[in-house]
């Protein structure tokens, strides 16, 4: 794997704005609060959290499908976080996406054949006949056969559909994917089916993923590197091995908790945060998981922890760990 990142994302903040009761008051909802992390070249970099915690906002935010209100997106060694949409044309061609659920995100009325294509079509000066051919090639590629061509995507199964969606992200050769819950839809066993040819075509094509997920079991099979998220913030980066060895946020140690592990020997206690998740519109003070966290102290109810390395490679928002991190 190279160590140049593709992408880099520094102090990234979104918010939007909602309007609320007869007087119209106005509320910011902070989906991202301010943050940071790189994803190297060839690596799968995975976002995880509850729904709501900003993830996807942040996939969308990468992908510049939505413009930050602070902070900077680098992709390829270039700022592209205040660029326009023509500026963005010839960048967006190397950045795709793959959606949760494919059916959605697919034209009903286009056949597999066009929907596959028509990235082609916006990005390349490819003749009607090259993207044809290429289209059947794209089906074979991600395991289809390419007498589907002629279909149309309500005569596929979801697996099979999800498949389509990532013959057509595939189709300009991007550097990066965003896969934004590209299993959550999908039945167990095709689930497995669906990441192996994520990891197969990442070989083959030499991609970077930007992979997000509410489920920890399914993000262990397929990253690097995983980032934890809780309302808008990120609280815990590491390797994949070190995250699930040694989890150090209560938050993360909580939803690894919850993952169902096959040796009945490394079975561990199922830790069950109190309460609900937060509202964004009103995070609580200091730490935003003091609310719900079995560890929390007088500190975390007013002080914000600050995002830190504890260990080499290995970043906590935690109190718990501030001298830690100040050795
Ligand atoms: Fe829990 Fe405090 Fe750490 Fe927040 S800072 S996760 S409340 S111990």
Redesign the pocket.
């Known amino acids: 794997m190279n160590e140049t990142p593709l992408v880099e994302v520094k102090g990234l903040r979104k918010s939007f704005t909602l309007k609320k009761g007869w007087f119209g008051t106005v509320k910011q909802l902070r989906a991202v609060d301010g943050i940071s992390f790189a994803i190297r070249k060839g690596e799968t970099f995975s976002l995880v959290g509850e729904s709501g915690c900003g993830k996807s906002t942040t996939g969308r935010l990468v992908t510049r499908l939505l413009k930050p209100n602070g902070g900077e997106v680098w992709f390829n060694g270039q700022n592209i976080s205040e660029l326009n949409d023509n500026q963005m044309r010839p960048i967006r061609k190397h950045m795709q996406m793959v959606f949760q659920d494919p059916y959605a995100s697919l034209n009903p009325r286009m056949k597999v054949k066009d929907l596959v294509a028509e990235p082609l079509l916006i990005h390349t000066k490819l003749s009607p006949k090259e993207r044809d051919k290429l289209a059947h090639e794209l089906l074979e590629t991600v395991g289809l056969n390419s007498i589907h061509a002629e279909r149309f995507a309500h005569e596929f199964s979801g697996g099979q559909r999800q498949r389509i969606g990532i013959a057509r992200a595939l189709s300009v050769r991007p550097s990066l994917i965003v896969a934004d819950e590209p299993v959550s839809a999908l039945d167990v066993s095709i689930q497995s089916q669906v990441l192996n040819l994520l990891q197969d075509l990442q070989e083959e094509y030499g991609l970077t993923y930007l992979f997000i997920s509410h489920d920890l079991s399914v993000v262990e099979h397929i990253s690097d590197r995983i980032g934890v998220m809780y309302l808008g913030n990120l609280?815990e980066t590491a390797d994949k091995d070190t995250l699930y060895d040694r989890p150090l946020?209560?938050?993360t140690q909580a939803l690894l908790s919850s993952v169902p592990v096959p040796d009945p020997s490394r079975k561990k206690e199922r830790i069950i945060l109190k309460g609900d998740l937060p509202s964004p519109v009103d995070p609580p003070t200091?730490?935003r998981?003091?609310t719900r966290?079995p560890?929390?102290?007088d500190?975390?109810k007013t002080k914000e922890?600050v995002f830190k390395e504890a260990e080499p490679g290995h970043q906590v928002?935690?109190?718990?760990y501030d001298e830690t991190i100040m050795k």
């Open positions: 609280v946020h209560p938050y200091g730490c998981f003091h966290c560890s929390c102290m500190i975390c922890p928002a935690c109190h718990l």
